[in-house]
């Protein structure tokens, strides 16, 4: 624990920087999650384009692994993190509401404790599929340990470090194939390590990472269309893009990290499934046939925000199309364009060139 407690000790707020300088030493704090779709590598741009728009209040309602709301943060501004899978509301509960509370070496003294006395789900519904037995028994003790940690953002914190352990100790970071949880250890270090090991070096990482911009963010865990909030300034809307091939399925791929964030509580587990899917929540963005009357309802509910929509070239609807539905709520639409390449999963061998795109920022004022 002594290095531990070194570790945790050592996290600080990073001092801010001016507005107008991209704040590179604070974003480096992030912790990235391999997450599909993630923006991570774009907030350079989308940190050019926000600094060019007026608005202190803004929404995320897609905010998946968090790294668009972090930036908005870190800029200042008030936000509202939520998104329809609970995991990613946790991360946002631990990083963008969190008003700068961190985890101390006693909280991990009684995250860490040995106890026989809980439940064993995971142990007995992932043996064989994911990770070790000494893996899964530690993942079943720390939820149980996590009820012991009386402050809200303590246990989202670490909640959030298990997640990404997890993640990280999964190879691909995605949760799509069973097997021996042997079978991929071909050196590398996120492999090497066990879970817990993981989560030790999350805590220090999220502890890291937290910080306090004064402002009264919010994190929510609801459905874009069901947000009862005030119109923010700015909204800023990143769905799941409907591909020309293969799907945008994101519980098929975190349904591990989606149980683990709430022990498996309120979900049907998909029995039949190898890997214990977890049933996928409705999205129109997920359809073809919904998508465009999807984003002609989005667009009407944030009429009274500037909206910036960012968009992939290999999604549908095209961009003609976006655009032209955009102008319907907004007197000004303007697009930004990036070139981008998503690294993700196993797209790069089979299809070299399928993961480079156009990133498309479109900005509605």
């Not at 530690?138 to 809200?152: H, K, Q």
């Not at 799941?240 to 989606?258: A, G, I, Q, T």
Request: glycine share 4%; charged share 25%.
């Amino acid at each position: 624990m002594s290095a531990l407690a070194s570790a945790i000790s050592e996290s600080q707020d990073i001092p801010p920087i001016g507005i107008r300088d991209y704040p590179r030493e604070r974003i480096d704090c992030f912790p990235r999650l391999r997450f599909m779709g993630s923006k991570y590598t774009l907030l350079p741009q989308l940190f050019e384009i926000f600094c060019a728009l007026d608005f202190e209040t803004v929404a995320d309602p897609f905010c998946g692994s968090c790294a668009v709301s972090y930036l908005l943060k870190v800029m200042g501004k008030q936000v509202v993190s939520s998104d329809f899978l609970n995991f990613c509301t946790t991360i946002a509960r631990a990083l963008i509401e969190n008003p700068g509370i961190r985890l101390t070496p006693a909280d991990m003294e009684v995250l860490l404790t040995n106890t026989a006395d809980h439940d064993h789900f995971i142990e007995q519904t992932f043996r064989g599929i994911f990770f070790t037995p000494e893996d899964l028994r530690f993942l079943d003790r720390t939820c149980a340990n996590l009820s012991r940690i009386t402050d809200p953002y303590k246990r989202s914190l670490a909640q959030a470090a298990l997640i990404r352990a997890c993640a990280k100790r999964q190879p691909r970071g995605v949760f799509t194939v069973a097997g021996d949880p042997e079978r991929y250890k071909d050196g590398r270090r996120d492999l090497r390590l066990s879970i817990q090991e993981h989560f030790l070096e999350q805590v220090s990482t999220y502890n890291r990472a937290v910080f306090d911009n004064g402002r009264n963010n919010q994190a929510l865990h609801a459905d874009v269309f069901s947000l009862g909030l005030p119109s923010p300034d700015l909204v800023y809307l990143d769905p799941p893009y409907v591909p020309r091939s293969d799907d945008n399925c994101y519980m098929k791929r975190y349904h591990f990290l989606e149980g683990l964030s709430r022990y498996w509580q309120d979900v049907e587990i998909m029995e039949r499934s190898r890997v214990r899917k977890i049933v996928k929540p409705y999205t129109p963005f997920s359809y073809r046939r919904e998508a465009i009357a999807a984003f002609e309802q989005l667009f009407g509910r944030f009429a009274d925000s500037i909206i910036v929509l960012s968009y992939s070239s290999n999604g549908y609807p095209d961009l003609d199309t976006l655009v032209n539905l955009l102008r319907r709520f907004k007197s000004r639409v303007t697009v930004h364009e990036q070139e981008h390449r998503y690294h993700f999963g196993t797209h790069k061998a089979v299809r070299p060139n399928r993961a480079k795109v156009r990133e498309y920022f479109i900005v509605g004022e």
